[in-house]
C-alpha cells in the first residue's frame, strides 16, 4: 500500500478546523504543480482529495489492509515467520501491521479510487511533505498505473518483488519529497537526507512499539524507503527522471537488485525461479500449508543476530533465488528452504554462516544467546552444485539473541 509514514500531529480546535481544511486543499493544487514540474509528468485528470478525522482515516486504512492481505494470508506468513525466529512465538503479525499503519499515516493516496486521504489534523510542518509524497504517488498512478503493481496477483508475483517494486514506488516519491523540500531536483540531495529521514522513521515505529516491535518488521516496513530511495537516485544520476520512468516498465525483480543497483542496469541479473519445493521422498505424512521466497534482504536478517549486520549482509550478498516453504502434519510442521547461489563458493559461504547463526558459534555469552535447535531436528546441505537446503522440524527459538541494528 501507499502509505506516507509520517506522524500526525495534535488535533486542532472546532474553531480552526474549516480554515485549516480550506488551507490544506489550497495547497493540495500548489503542490501538485509545483511536483508535476519537478517529477516531469504532466496531470493528465484532477487528483480527488477528502480530509477525514484520524479514527475514519484509520478505519478505512484498516479496511484496505484487510483487502491487501485476504483470509489468513498474514497468518500463514506468520507461521513461517516464526519457525525462521523473524517473528516470536504467538506474535499477532495482522494485529501489528494494522497498528502501524493506522498510527503512522498522515495521507493515503488511493488508487483504485484515484483520491488522496488526508488526515484533517495533519500538523503544519508535516503538510509539504505528505502533500509532495502521496501526490507523487498520484502521478505515479496515471503514468504507470501503479495500482497494478500494488495489488498483484499473489500467484505470479512473490513477496520479494513485491517488496522491490515498493522500493521503485516509494524511492521515487521519497526522492521527490525530498527534492521538493530542499529545492534541489538531483540525486545527491536524496542520499544525504536519507539518513536523517530513516532515523525519524525508525524512532517513529519504535514509539508506537514501546520496544515490543521485532526488528524484522520494522526493518521491512523501513526498506523501501532506506534502499529505494539510494536506487532511485542512482537512476536519477544516471539518466534524469527519464531514467526513473522508465524502470517502471521493467520493475527490479528482487531485493538483491534494489540493495545492488547495479544488478538492475546496465547488467541484470535475473533471479532464479525455485518452483514450489516438493519433500524428500522420505516425507510422506505432510501436506503444503504455505510457500514465499524470501529475498537477499530477508536473508539477511535471518544472520544478523548471530552475525552482525556487516557480516550478514557479505553472507547474504551472492543470492540468486529462494522458497521456503511450510508443510503441516499431525505430527508436527516442516519447514523446508532452498536458497541458489551465484557459485559453489557462495552457497559454501552461506551454509557456514548459516550454521554459524543456527547454534550460535561465533557469538559471545553462547550459553544465554545459542539456538536451541536440536541436531535430531535440524538438517542442513550444501550440494557441489549451487543450492543450500535447510529443513526445520521445530520452530528456530531466538529469544536470546541480541537483534542487529536496524
Not at 520493475?251 to 545492488?260: A, C, F, G, V, W
Request: proline share 5%; hydrophobic share 35%.
Amino acid at each position: 500500500m501507499l502509505l506516507a509514514t509520517c506522524s500526525i500531529g495534535s488535533t486542532t480546535t472546532t474553531e480552526t478546523q474549516t480554515q485549516q481544511h480550506l488551507d490544506i486543499l489550497r495547497m493540495t493544487d500548489d503542490v501538485l504543480s509545483q511536483v508535476s514540474a519537478l517529477r516531469g509528468l504532466a496531470v493528465q485528470e484532477p487528483v480527488g482529495r477528502e480530509l477525514h478525522s484520524e479514527e475514519s482515516l484509520r478505519s478505512y486504512i484498516a479496511e484496505r489492509l484487510q483487502e491487501e492481505y485476504p483470509g489468513d494470508m498474514l497468518e500463514r506468513e506468520q507461521r513461517i515467520l516464526a519457525m525462521l525466529g523473524l517473528l516470536p512465538a504467538g506474535f499477532d503479525l495482522a494485529s501489528a501491521v494494522e497498528h502501524l499503519y493506522t498510527s503512522q499515516t498522515a495521507g493515503y493516496y488511493d488508487p483504485r479510487k484515484k483520491i488522496l486521504y488526508l488526515s484533517e489534523s495533519l500538523s503544519a510542518s508535516f503538510q509539504i511533505p505528505t502533500l509532495a509524497h502521496e501526490l507523487t504517488h498520484a502521478l505515479q498512478d496515471q503514468h504507470f498505473q501503479i495500482g497494478d503493481y500494488m495489488n498483484p496477483d499473489r500467484e505470479r508475483q512473490e513477496d520479494d518483488q513485491q517488496l522491490a517494486i515498493m522500493g521503485l514506488v516509494e524511492g521515487d516519491a521519497t526522492g521527490v519529497m525530498l527534492a521538493t523540500l530542499s529545492g534541489s531536483p538531483g540525486g545527491e540531495s536524496w542520499t544525504e537526507s536519507v539518513s536523517l529521514l530513516q532515523d525519524g522513521m525508525l524512532q517513529g515505529l519504535a514509539s508506537l512499539s514501546d520496544g515490543t516491535l521485532p526488528s524484522y518488521l520494522i526493518r521491512l516496513l523501513n526498506f523501501p524507503y532506506q534502499h529505494g530511495t539510494p536506487f532511485v537516485a542512482r537512476l536519477y544520476r544516471e539518466g534524469g527522471w527519464d531514467a526513473v520512468s522508465a524502470a517502471y516498465q521493467r520493475p527490479p525483480k528482487s531485493t538483491e537488485q534494489i540493495l545492488h543497483p547495479e544488478r538492475y542496469a546496465p547488467a541484470e541479473d535475473v533471479p532464479t525461479q525455485v518452483s514450489k519445493l516438493l519433500l524428500p521422498d522420505r516425507i510422506t505424512d505432510h501436506e503444503l500449508y504455505h510457500h514465499l521466497v524470501l529475498g537477499e534482504f530477508v536473508t539477511r536478517l535471518i544472520l544478523e543476530p548471530g552475525l552482525g549486520n556487516e557480516e550478514a549482509a557479505r553472507a547474504a550478498d551472492g543470492w540468486d533465488g529462494d522458497r521456503v516453504a511450510l508443510y503441516q502434519s499431525e505430527g508436527g510442521d516442516l519447514l523446508v528452504w532452498l536458497s541458489v547461489w551465484d557459485s559453489p563458493q557462495e552457497a559454501a559461504e552461506f551454509a557456514l554462516a548459516l550454521e554459524s547463526n543456527l547454534h550460535g558459534g561465533i557469538v559471545e555469552s553462547r550459553d544465554t544467546r545459542i539456538v536451541r535447535v536440536q541436531s535430531e531436528n535440524l538438517r542442513m546441505e550444501e550440494t557441489q552444485l549451487r543450492s543450500v537446503v535447510l529443513e526445520m522440524w521445530e520452530a528456530w527459538d531466538r529469544s536470546g539473541f541480541v537483534p542487529g541494528d536496524p
